[in-house]
């Protein structure tokens, strides 16, 4: 349906403008307005639906001119109600765009009629009507600050649309037009939901880049339980420069819910970069307390991770977990890593046969062979770190043996480990000899070894001339005297 041209009331000439003196604002009857808007319908019932728009147009018209928000509320709802009982798609939204763009319509009007058209967008036959109803609602809520939620959640819609057509990149896309971090009333809860969606639809789309700069939007001590209420999760709440927050979108997750699908995104951008230390964090951020899936993980990701001060103390603190009493493998797992013993590779596969096949998820799949090498990777750098504790010089072929590798993968591992600090070894391979050097020998580590004995000797020299000086005042002899 459109509206027609003659219709008495103008989008731009509802009332002479007076040059003289400001016009006092009419006065309306609401029971008046009420039996208008009753006939009104009665008329569209009866099937007269122009001539009731056209008796609503003219109370919309007066509430306006009134800045009366519930009298032009209620007539501009009507309106719109009628022309979607008629199942008119193109008349509501022609209807919707005219009542928006009228001289001086009210913003609270605006925001009612946007959100009574939402709740239309589910009624629509097709597709392609829907896809036109959002648009015009996109179109209609740009720029508009006070309808910035409603506009997000239209995009998240078609973003979705888009997404369940098979385009999944057109649906990141669409989805990263809203910064909704940016938005000072939305609740806290559906702000959260909305930037994971992004992060996970630019995973899907494999833009991993992007993935990772929207995750940084959200904090992980958002998540930490607060003794006091959390503001801005319900209406009533104030949030910025005393703005009411609104409440969430029925159906967004509570919190709990979203710290869980942050860290499963989270695992999965750092899946695809190899940081197992990460992962482990991750894993370790959402267990609870007999979830031994968890846990299991947790030990595999806290071996894998490469050795450093991060790496020793997230495996302490996962070797300290209670749980680990009804998991006794996975704790003999920990501490073989904690002890100064060479750990053998077939021997070790051996005793963890059954683990590995049970922890199909991480070492199954078209990236279980990597991890397995990576696994292989740990235990020959372990040992190495072992050997160097035990040898100040060892053979090439006797390291070989020890580390149950080829001469050039043997020398290759430790090179990597030298290049990393992670040792300090000198390999003389005339000599076929391995020299390891005990302690710290890194340049800053020398200077600092130099500084301390340049300071105990300037401390002992100062301290040789107080003794002089008071040897020189108790025998009064004068210092440099003959």
């Known amino acids: 349906m459109s ?4 219709a008495p009331i103008s989008m731009d000439q509802d009332a002479p403008k007076s040059t003289s003196a400001p016009s006092k604002k009419p006065d309306i009857d609401p ?30 018209q007066k509430g306006r001119l009134a800045e009366d928000v519930a009298i032009t509320r209620s007539a501009c709802t009507a309106i719109l109600e009628i022309v979607h009982a008629a199942q008119d798609w ?22 009612a009629i946007v959100r009574q058209v939402m709740g239309y967008v589910d009624d629509t036959p097709d597709l392609q009507t829907k896809t036109a109803l959002i648009k015009t609602l996109q179109d209609l809520t740009e720029g508009k600050m006070y309808v910035e939620i409603e506009r997000a959640r239209l995009t998240r819609r078609l973003a979705q649309m888009t997404e369940e057509a098979g385009k999944v990149s057109e649906a990141a896309d669409i989805l990263q037009e809203v910064a909704v971090e940016t938005f000072g009333t939305m609740a806290k809860t ?76 989270m695992i999965r951008y750092h899946a695809h970069s190899g940081d197992y230390l990460e992962i482990c ?30 790496q020793i103390t997230l495996a302490a603190n996962t070797a300290a977990e209670p749980g680990l009493s009804r998991l006794p493998k996975y704790k003999d797992l920990l501490q073989r890593f904690n002890t100064k013993e060479i750990l053998w590779w077939q021997l070790f ?35 190495l770190v072992v050997l160097s504790t035990y040898y100040s010089s060892i053979t090439m072929q006797r390291l070989t043996q020890l580390l149950d590798l080829t001469t050039d993968e043997a020398e290759a591992r430790l090179s990597e480990m030298v290049v990393a600090k992670k040792l300090e070894a000198r390999l003389d391979r005339p000599a076929g000899t391995i020299r390891f050097v005990k302690g710290n020998g890194s340049p800053s580590a020398t200077l600092s ?13 100062e301290r040789t001339c107080q003794q002089i000086q008071k040897e020189s005042m108790v025998h009064r002899v004068p210092i440099g005297a003959q």
């Open 349 to 383: 596969t051996a005793d963890f046969k059954a683990e590995l096949e049970a922890a199909d998820g991480i070492f199954g799949g078209s990236k279980g062979a990597k991890l397995r090498e990576d696994l292989k990777l740990r235990v020959v750098e372990h040992n």
């Open 281 to 310: 964090r991750a894993y370790r951020a959402v267990y609870e307390d007999g979830d031994t899936e968890t846990l299991e993980k947790m030990c595999w990701y806290a071996v894998l991770a490469p050795a450093d001060s991060d």
């Open 3 to 6: 509206v027609p041209e003659d």
């Open 449 to 461: 070894a130099w500084t301390a004995n340049i300071a105990r000797l300037l401390e002992t020299v």
């Open 31 to 60: 029971v008046k307005v009420e039996e208008g808007i009753a006939n009104a319908r009665a008329l569209a019932a009866q099937g007269s639906r122009e001539e009731a728009i056209n008796a609503l147009l003219s109370i919309e």
């Open 190 to 265: 559906e702000k959260i939901a909305y930037i994971l969606e992004q992060v996970r639809l630019c995973l899907d789309k494999e833009d991993f880049a992007r993935a990772q700069i929207l995750s940084k939007k959200i904090s992980p001590r958002t998540f930490v339980p607060r003794a006091e209420a959390k503001k801005g999760e319900g209406t009533g709440e104030i949030g910025i420069e005393g703005t009411a927050i609104e409440a969430a979108e029925p159906g967004t997750p509570s919190l709990e819910e979203l710290k869980k699908q942050y860290y499963a995104l």
């Open 90 to 111: 193109t008349g509501l939204q022609d209807t919707l765009l005219l009542l928006s763009k009228r001289r001086s319509q009210l913003r609270q009007v605006i925001t």
